[in-house]
Nanobody, 115 residues
Framework: DEQLVESGGGVVQPGGSLRLSCEAS????????MKWLRQAPGKELEWVAT????????NYLESVKGRFTISRDNAKNTLYLQLNSLKTEDTAIYYC????????RGQGTQVTVSS
């Protein structure tokens, strides 16, 4: 069965950094594009970033460009999201997911940005 396990969330002050990880199993990770999504309290699920299967192509939500970096290690079946210069509006549960339509999400990891 496909499994995605996110980790690395926490509580940070504005301007701080975190590195999220997503460990994948149950499918051929290196053959799949991947994405990060987030859901803030009381808001809808929002796409954050996408990376191609090879890692060569990335795309970002405009509001996180220059602050967040998506990457992957296909040898470790792991997806990453480096979050820098965090803002209070980045507070959300962050999820990883394959770009394949209908794919499941992981359980998410909570990121809280607060002074």
């Amino acid at each position: 069965d496909e499994q995605l396990v996110e980790s690395g969330g926490g509580v940070v002050q504005p301007g701080g950094s975190l590195r999220l990880s997503c460990e994948a199993s149950g499918f051929t990770f290196s053959a799949n594009g991947m994405k990060w999504l987030r859901q803030a309290p009381g808001k809808e699920l929002e796409w954050v970033a996408t990376i191609s299967s090879s890692g060569q192509t990335t795309n970002y939500l405009e509001s996180v460009k220059g602050r967040f970096t998506i990457s992957r290690d296909n040898a470790k079946n792991t997806l990453y999201l480096q979050l820098n210069s965090l803002k209070t509006e980045d507070t959300a549960i962050y999820y990883c997911q394959r770009t394949l339509l209908g794919s499941r999400r992981g359980q998410g990891t909570q990121v809280t940005v607060s002074s």
